[in-house]
């Protein structure tokens, strides 16, 4: 799908490791080079390979002793490395960190204390299960993987966009992930978690049920990498100059607000476009609607580690913030696309291992074996120096005696030993000492070896059901759905049937009606749900700062005949507010107004759909008759309102509305003479209109006047779920 965007100059801010990435770039259209061979001699002929012929009768065989046709063939022969063993998909790109408020109390980690430096990051989003070719928008994990290159080295939060984790012990990782990756026998189903042995293996781990609760919510189904939280996961440690240790928790909050695609959408975007979470950051970064997100801290004294019922060092868990509130530190910030995906995107290698002084590990045993796990990958996936490829060195001096090695780029002249005669290179701790720090925290450990797990990691089932009971009545129906969508995949009825039985220790009402949906027996009993909730799990409490369409996906559908005074008005308004506007049109080439003036759309109806988009519109004029007699334009607009989402019309195009949803609980504009709006379920009119004359003002607010004011609102709320709550999504054929 072509996918032009209204070009906005923007620049990205030049951080240390912009500047250190210029030194291993360069500009082919700039470069006053012709073309060579890799060791720099010019190459003559790119497309005839050294034949042998007798001069007469045309070539004979190609000669072995072409040296550049070899090169050639053999360079390409060689082009692939190993896929990153999960989380094979993904999209990366450069920005910053800026730190807003120190914590001494907490670390003196110079990242969290320094308020003045700007610290760059690269980031990459990914899916977990499918390979790197697979779609952006399957029912999935989404990566968010973030390394900081900080003045005292790289610091790599290795997280996902869900808060917990499927398993509690590094040790079953193989497990969980072999289950849950394409069956052994046939390498099906890409990309999903829609099979027997997903299930079967998550029915036999109970500590699982937490995290394929979120799985099967909306959250694993993000419209976009912009609306995405971001959470560490696992616990770490900061350690203040006191030598007070502190157990922490990572967040990433996004400005946009946490939102989701519905899943008819998503599993249409999987063929239809599917790149559309790449491409989606991609024409966000380069429209200068930078994606932004505060950074926040959960601490816990080490003092009162135990003080919880459940065990901090769970990656099952969450630290619920009613318990332990977030303490927004500072901001993430994404300026700038990579300049080749492979070189940057594919070859950054992040290791949880990687951690600054100030920074710690905890007791987590997943995080234990993580920390093990990515350094050891890396070097299949990289070879053994590929922390000095440019993506992954850091900004500051590196300087050690590890040597040689596959691919060595670095030259160090002296001493490759220590201790030796120049005293060159000696490790830092007496300098640490004396800025009053310690390297090594003198944590108190326990005394007996044995394999086994804390007492309270046995508890499985609260936070499921704090998860459940705290999703809004459209978000608990969407996870039935996605587990009955799921679990009519497969025919094995013992599975489904140990899944109920899982499914009725979170919740009766839940696990009865995924046992009816997927041909289960529905349970008998169950364990009590605790009724507990809590404020900061849905995703209803994450609407964005203030409304807005900064960024959001707005199609205008013409046709010809349209009217071009409103067409401008509404175009120039919605891009005041910094939307992206695509014009789809009944084709690519000239569509004539009423005036006669034309204009050449970005797409035309055929070729697209409004899955890529978060809301269309359609402006008045003569196009309406034809429009409304055209079944591709009444499926984008059925198919925008079954997905939910904001729908706009005036003048005589809501007459076209009227056509495509002829709903009774719908209501419309239909005095002509009015320029009141109407907004019912999302779905926005007003037959009399005009546009704000001061565009920088747009205002957005639901009873505000004027059209764009009430379409921009309902754009920024994402979505209207009260069409699917009160059965009109059910009535319209999508
Ligand atoms: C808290 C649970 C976990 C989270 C949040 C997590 C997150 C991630 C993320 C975001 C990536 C992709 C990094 C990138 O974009 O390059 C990744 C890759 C990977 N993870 Fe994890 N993971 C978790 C658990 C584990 C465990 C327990 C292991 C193994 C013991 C593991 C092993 C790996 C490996 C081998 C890769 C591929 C790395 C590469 O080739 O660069 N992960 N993980």
């Given at each position: 799908?072509?996918?032009?965007?209204?070009?906005?100059?923007?620049?990205?801010?030049?951080?240390?490791?912009v500047?250190?990435?210029?030194?291993?770039?360069?500009?082919?259209?700039?470069?006053?080079?012709?073309?060579?061979?890799?060791?720099?001699?010019a190459?003559?002929?790119?497309d005839?390979?050294?034949?042998?012929?007798?001069?007469?009768?045309?070539?004979?065989?190609?000669?072995?002793e072409?040296e550049?046709?070899?090169?050639?063939?053999?360079?390409?022969?060689?082009?692939?490395i190993?896929?990153?063993?999960?989380?094979?998909r993904?999209?990366?790109?450069?920005?910053?960190?800026?730190?807003?408020?120190a914590?001494p109390?907490?670390?003196?980690?110079?990242?969290?204390?320094?308020?003045?430096?700007?610290?760059?990051?690269?980031?990459?989003?990914?899916?977990?299960?499918?390979?790197?070719?697979?779609?952006?928008?399957?029912?999935?994990?989404?990566?968010?993987?973030?390394?900081?290159?900080?003045?005292?080295?790289?610091?790599?939060?290795v997280?996902?966009?869900?808060p917990?984790?499927?398993?509690?012990?590094?040790?079953?990782?193989?497990?969980?992930?072999?289950?849950?990756?394409?069956?052994?026998?046939?390498?099906?189903?890409?990309?999903?978690?829609?099979?027997?042995?997903?299930y079967?293996?998550i029915?036999?781990?109970?500590?699982?049920?937490?995290?394929?609760?979120?799985?099967?919510?909306?959250?694993?189904?993000?419209?976009?990498?912009?609306?995405?939280?971001?959470f560490?996961?696992?616990?770490?440690?900061?350690?203040?100059?006191?030598?007070?240790?502190?157990?922490?928790?990572?967040?990433?909050?996004?400005?946009?607000?946490?939102?989701?695609?519905?899943?008819?959408?998503?599993?249409?975007?999987?063929?239809?476009?599917?790149?559309?979470?790449?491409?989606?950051?991609?024409?966000?970064i380069r429209?200068?609607?930078?994606?932004?997100?505060?950074?926040?801290?959960?601490?816990?004294?080490?003092?009162?580690?135990?003080d919880?019922?459940?065990?901090?060092?769970?990656?099952?868990k969450?630290?619920?913030?009613?318990?332990?509130?977030k303490?927004?530190?500072?901001?993430?910030?994404?300026?700038?696309?990579?300049?080749?995906?492979?070189?940057?995107?594919?070859?950054?290698a992040?290791c949880t291992?990687?951690?600054?002084?100030?920074?710690?590990?905890?007791?987590?045993?997943?995080?234990?074996?993580?920390?093990?796990?990515?350094?050891?990958?890396?070097?299949?996936?990289?070879?053994?120096?590929?922390?000095?490829?440019?993506?992954?060195?850091?900004?500051?001096?590196?300087?050690?005696?590890?040597?040689?090695?596959?691919?060595?780029h670095?030259?160090?002249?002296?001493?490759?030993y220590?201790?030796?005669?120049?005293?060159?290179?000696?490790?830092?701790?007496?300098?640490?000492?004396?800025q009053?720090?310690?390297?090594?925290?003198?944590?108190?450990?326990?005394?007996?070896?044995?394999?086994?797990?804390?007492?309270?990691?046995?508890?499985?089932?609260?936070?499921?059901?704090?998860?459940?009971?705290?999703?809004?009545?459209?978000?608990?129906?969407?996870?039935?759905?996605?587990?009955?969508?799921?679990?009519?995949?497969?025919?094995?009825?013992?599975?489904?049937?140990?899944?109920?039985?899982?499914?009725?220790?979170?919740?009766?009402?839940?696990?009865?009606?995924?046992?009816?949906?997927?041909?289960?027996?529905?349970?008998k009993?169950?364990?009590?749900?605790?009724?507990?909730?809590?404020?900061?799990?849905?995703?209803?409490?994450?609407?964005?700062?203030?409304?807005?369409?900064?960024?959001?996906?707005?199609?205008?559908?013409?046709?010809?005949?349209?009217?071009?005074?409103?067409?401008?008005?509404?175009?120039?308004?919605?891009?005041?507010?910094?939307?992206?506007?695509?014009?789809?049109?009944?084709?690519?080439?000239?569509?004539?107004?009423?005036?006669?003036?034309?204009?050449?759309?970005?797409?035309?109806?055929?070729?697209?759909?409004s899955?890529?988009?978060?809301?269309?519109?359609?402006?008045?004029?003569?196009?309406?008759?034809?429009?409304?007699?055209?079944?591709?334009?009444?499926?984008?607009?059925?198919?925008?309102?079954?997905?939910?989402?904001?729908?706009?019309?005036?003048?005589?195009?809501?007459?076209?509305?009227?056509?495509?949803?002829?709903?009774?609980?719908?209501?419309?504009?239909?005095?002509?003479?009015?320029?009141?709006?109407?907004?019912?379920?999302?779905?926005?009119?007003?037959?009399?209109?005009?546009?704000?004359?001061?565009?920088?003002?747009?205002?957005?607010?639901?009873?505000?006047?004027?059209?764009?004011?009430?379409?921009?609102?309902?754009?920024?709320?994402?979505?209207?779920?009260e069409?699917?709550l009160?059965?009109l999504?059910?009535?319209?054929?999508?």
């Amino acid at each position: 799908m072509a996918q032009a965007v209204e070009a906005i100059k923007h620049t990205f801010l030049d951080t240390k490791k912009v500047r250190d990435l210029q030194r291993d770039t360069v500009d082919a259209v700039k470069t006053s080079t012709g073309m060579t061979t890799d060791h720099g001699t010019a190459v003559l002929d790119t497309d005839n390979w050294l034949k042998a012929t007798d001069g007469k009768s045309g070539p004979g065989p190609s000669l072995l002793e072409d040296e550049q046709a070899r090169q050639k063939i053999m360079r390409f022969d060689h082009e692939r490395i190993p896929e990153r063993v999960v989380h094979a998909r993904g999209a990366g790109a450069h920005g910053h960190f800026k730190l807003h408020k120190a914590i001494p109390e907490f670390s003196y980690a110079g990242v969290l204390n320094d308020t003045s430096r700007t610290t760059p990051i690269f980031i990459r989003f990914s899916t977990v299960q499918g390979s790197r070719g697979s779609a952006d928008t399957v029912r999935d994990v989404r990566g968010f993987a973030v390394k900081f290159y900080t003045d005292e080295g790289n610091w790599d939060i290795v997280g996902n966009n869900i808060p917990v984790f499927f398993i509690q012990d590094a040790i079953k990782f193989p497990d969980i992930i072999h289950a849950v990756k394409p069956e052994p026998q046939n390498e099906i189903p890409t990309g999903q978690s829609a099979h027997p042995s997903f299930y079967d293996f998550i029915s036999l781990t109970p500590e699982s049920m937490h995290m394929l609760m979120w799985v099967m919510s909306d959250r694993a189904i993000p419209r976009s990498y912009r609306t995405m939280q971001g959470f560490g996961v696992n616990t770490f440690t900061l350690v203040n100059k006191d030598g007070e240790r502190f157990f922490v928790k990572f967040h990433f909050d996004p400005e946009l607000g946490v939102h989701s695609l519905v899943w008819d959408e998503a599993l249409k975007l999987s063929g239809q476009d599917p790149d559309f979470h790449r491409r989606d950051l991609e024409a966000a970064i380069r429209n200068g609607a930078f994606p932004r997100w505060t950074f926040a801290i959960q601490v816990i004294p080490e003092a009162q580690e135990h003080d919880f019922e459940f065990d901090i060092l769970d990656a099952t868990k969450i630290w619920p913030e009613e318990l332990v509130p977030k303490i927004p530190i500072g901001e993430i910030v994404l300026d700038r696309m990579p300049d080749e995906y492979f070189p940057e995107t594919e070859q950054v290698a992040f290791c949880t291992s990687h951690i600054v002084p100030g920074v710690g590990f905890s007791d987590d045993p997943l995080l234990q074996g993580r920390n093990f796990s990515y350094f050891d990958t890396q070097l299949s996936r990289l070879g053994v120096n590929w922390q000095e490829l440019p993506i992954n060195r850091p900004i500051c001096p590196v300087m050690n005696f590890h040597r040689d090695g596959q691919m060595r780029h670095r030259i160090t002249k002296g001493p490759n030993y220590w201790p030796n005669r120049f005293g060159t290179v000696p490790p830092q701790a007496d300098a640490f000492k004396t800025q009053g720090f310690i390297q090594d925290y003198p944590q108190k450990i326990h005394g007996v070896k044995q394999r086994l797990r804390s007492i309270k990691f046995n508890e499985h089932f609260n936070q499921a059901q704090l998860f459940y009971n705290s999703l809004s009545k459209w978000e608990k129906q969407h996870l039935i759905d996605a587990l009955s969508f799921e679990m009519n995949k497969f025919d094995e009825g013992d599975i489904v049937d140990k899944m109920i039985d899982r499914l009725a220790q979170i919740d009766m009402e839940l696990a009865t009606q995924v046992a009816s949906n997927a041909g289960g027996t529905a349970p008998k009993s169950g364990k009590e749900n605790h009724g507990k909730m809590s404020k900061f799990l849905s995703q209803t409490a994450f609407p964005p700062a203030k409304p807005t369409i900064k960024s959001r996906k707005i199609a205008i559908l013409v046709g010809d005949g349209f009217d071009l005074a409103a067409y401008e008005g509404l175009k120039a308004a919605l891009l005041s507010g910094m939307a992206v506007i695509m014009t789809v049109g009944n084709r690519k080439s000239r569509v004539t107004s009423s005036s006669g003036k034309a204009i050449s759309p970005d797409l035309h109806f055929e070729g697209d759909r409004s899955t890529g988009y978060d809301a269309v519109v359609i402006p008045g004029g003569k196009h309406v008759e034809a429009l409304s007699k055209n079944g591709r334009v009444i499926h984008w607009i059925r198919e925008a309102f079954g997905h939910c989402k904001a729908i706009g019309a005036f003048g005589e195009a809501v007459d076209l509305l009227k056509v495509a949803l002829p709903l009774q609980q719908l209501q419309f504009a239909e005095d002509n003479s009015s320029d009141a709006v109407v907004c019912s379920y999302g779905v926005v009119t007003a037959r009399a209109y005009s546009f704000p004359s001061a565009l920088a003002d747009l205002t957005i607010g639901e009873g505000e006047k004027g059209f764009v004011a009430n379409f921009s609102y309902h754009v920024a709320q994402h979505r209207c779920y009260e069409r699917e709550l009160d059965g009109l999504v059910s009535l319209v054929a999508f």
